[in-house]
């Protein structure tokens, strides 16, 4: 054994050129080591230097926010879609705590009407004049267009823009229809992108309300996505095709205003209890579907309040925030699906194929 041992190892630590090849590697070893570490300490650094620019620009965004109103006598202007009820109403809600002047669109006149009623009960500092109610389908984009030419008539500005607006149809694929897919991408895709498209020229030429300094925000786009527009939901795909579609336009427009005073944030909110649910539409085996959807939309614990959910979006808007996903199981699906998105795809088949309800004509 020894012999063998002896036979096997010294000819290389004898011979000159493995001798130097084995120096070669250990330094290059030594030097990728020192090296990784080298980038290692980098990388802390910059993340801790970003997280603390990040910190500060927070801090300094929520102080601006806070006093903008006090500067020149001027109320940021709030336009929320989709503002007469469920989580629109309470957006409207969290930034009626300080004093704006908010426009409320939605499709019924009637309950823009008690959302209102509803708002100036709670907050005494508004009166009926710091309001505009837009009647309006959005799924028109000339409808869309009118609501941005009331509000800067009546307003002359747009602060903020939350695009709410949606619907959903809930069913499997054989019970859905092109023409569902077709409106469930107007309302709850293209409306976003005619009002958008409708403000943003007023938003580019409009003042800072706190003044022109580098870095001033013009204005602030909201863009309401959902956690179905970064994981496909089985038996609710004209939803996640107008919400993936939602996710890309925005973090693109991110991307292209950031630096021209106009800070968009994508917001990614998981199950909610806005009370949607009792305006869902069900295909299929209607019952069946509206047992398992309401039951996840109305689990504490599961799904977030309203109130939550605008509490985390004022803050986003309030620090810059590029993109907030609201609730841990949303956090963790969306980050679940990007690292594995086929082990996720295998078990949304699986969710679908044994918990889902079966389509009634099979």
Not at 48 to 54: K, N, P, Q, R
Not at 234 to 248: E, Q, T
């Amino acid at each position: 054994m020894d012999n063998h041992w002896t036979s096997t190892r010294h000819p290389a630590s004898n011979n000159p050129h493995m001798s130097r090849l084995s120096l070669t590697t250990l330094a290059t070893a030594t030097t990728v080591t020192v090296t990784g570490a080298a980038v290692a300490a980098v990388a802390t650094a910059v993340a801790a230097t970003g997280a603390a620019v990040l910190v500060v620009r927070a801090l300094r965004s929520r102080r601006d926010w806070a006093g903008a109103s006090n500067r020149g006598g001027i109320r940021p202007v709030v336009v929320v879609t989709g503002g007469s009820r469920g989580l629109g109403l309470a957006i409207a809600a969290r930034f009626a705590q300080d004093p704006v002047r908010l426009v409320l669109a939605s499709r019924n006149l009637e309950e823009l009407q008690q959302a209102q009623a509803h708002l100036l009960t709670r907050f005494a500092h508004l009166s009926p004049g710091d309001f505009h109610l837009v009647a309006a389908d959005l799924a028109r984009p000339e409808e869309c267009e009118r609501l941005v030419a009331e509000t800067i008539a009546r307003f002359g500005r747009i602060d903020v823009l939350v695009n709410n607006a949606g619907i959903i149809h809930v069913g499997p694929l054989e019970s859905q229809t092109l023409e569902i897919f077709e409106h469930t991408m107007r309302v709850n895709f293209f409306a976003a992108l005619y009002v958008t498209w409708a403000a943003l020229p007023h938003m580019r030429r409009q003042q800072a309300l706190e003044g022109n300094s580098p870095g001033s925000r013009r204005a602030a786009i909201v863009n309401i996505a959902s956690v179905g527009g970064k994981i496909a939901v089985p038996h609710m795909l004209p939803y996640s095709a107008a919400k993936f579609a939602m996710v890309g336009f925005s973090e693109g427009l991110h991307a292209e205003l950031r630096h021209k005073g106009i800070r968009v944030t994508t917001v990614c909110p998981g199950l909610m209890r806005t009370g949607g649910e009792a305006h869902a539409n069900f295909r299929g085996n209607a019952d069946a579907e509206r047992r398992w959807f309401n039951l996840a939309a109305r689990t504490p614990g599961v799904a977030v309040t309203t109130r939550h959910a605008a509490n985390r979006i004022y803050r986003a808007v309030a620090a810059g925030r590029a993109e907030i996903t609201i609730s841990p199981q949303a956090w963790l699906a969306a980050r679940f699906g990007a690292l594995c998105p086929e082990l996720l795809q295998y078990a949304n088949a699986l969710t679908n194929h044994h918990i889902l309800p079966g389509n009634p004509k099979e």
